[in-house]
Antibody, heavy 119, light 109 residues
Framework: QVQLQESGPGLVKPSQTLSLTCTVS??????????WSWIRQPPGKGLEWIGF???????YYSPSLKSRITMSLDTSKNQFSLNLTSVTAADTAVYYC???????????WGQGTLVTVSS | QSALTQPASVSGSPGQSITISCTGT?????????VSWYQQHPGKVPKLIIY???NRPSGVPDRFSGSKSVNTASLTISGLQAEDEADYYC?????????FGGGTKVTVL
């Protein structure tokens, strides 16, 4: 079955760029009808939608993070990625990659990766 | 884009029914039938339990049900069980974006 796995540094310095990759296994990222998404959860807090990238490459971002986000697909590696610039301590969170279905529900999630912003 | 509004906590005794509300606006919950609910146990990954307002994925017990009225969606857990103690989040599609509720902690007394 399809599985998602996040990877990337667990520690990022303030003002630097957070970069994460999600590897999709068991299915093609370009098969259509899915939006490949990033969601984060600060420690002890709720879920926050970051953005998603469609299989065509079109991107949709949270208005509150839009100025700092870039998301992209790498179909050759069956991966999608997130770059978040100018990070601060407020960006410390567990970052999840997830698959968003045609009716806009997150049916598959990665295990999540904790990213801490600290000097 | 504002977060959907959920009560911070709801509690009930085993066997009872509880309902969690999720209030949005005419631009999100009220505009689309794309409301979903997620269950998250401590330290675990969120799990989809309701999609398109009232549909349950395979494997989700039928004691979980969803509904919507105007701008408010609701999740009802009937016959509450100890294993239902968790955090619950609603989510809605809105104009090419997604929004989550703040989450509700369900306590089984």
């Amino acid at each position: 079955q399809v599985q998602l796995q996040e990877s990337g540094p667990g520690l990022v310095k303030p003002s630097q760029t957070l970069s994460l990759t999600c590897t999709v296994s068991g299915g093609s990222i370009s098969s259509g009808n899915y939006y490949w998404s990033w969601i984060r959860q600060p420690p002890g807090k709720g879920l926050e939608w970051i953005g998603f990238v469609y299989y065509s490459g079109s991107t949709y971002y949270s208005p509150s993070l839009k100025s700092r986000i870039t998301m992209s697909l790498d179909t050759s590696k069956n991966q999608f990625s997130l770059n978040l610039t100018s990070v601060t301590a407020a960006d410390t969170a567990v970052y999840y990659c997830a698959r968003l279905g045609y009716a806009f529900y997150f049916d598959l999630w990665g295990q999540g990766t904790l990213v801490t912003v600290s000097s | 884009q504002s977060a959907l509004t959920q009560p911070a906590s709801v509690s009930g005794s085993p066997g009872q029914s509880i309902t969690i509300s999720c209030t949005g606006t005419s631009s999100d919950v009220g505009a689309y039938n794309y409301v979903s609910w997620y269950q998250q146990h401590p330290g675990k990954v969120p799990k989809l339990i309701i999609y398109e307002v009232s549909n349950r994925p395979s494997g989700v017990p039928d004691r979980f049900s969803g509904s919507k009225s105007v701008n408010t969606a609701s999740l009802t857990i009937s016959g509450l069980q100890a294993e239902d103690e968790a955090d619950y989040y609603c989510s809605s599609y809105t104009a090419s974006t997604q929004v989550f509720g703040g989450g509700t902690k369900v306590t089984v007394l």
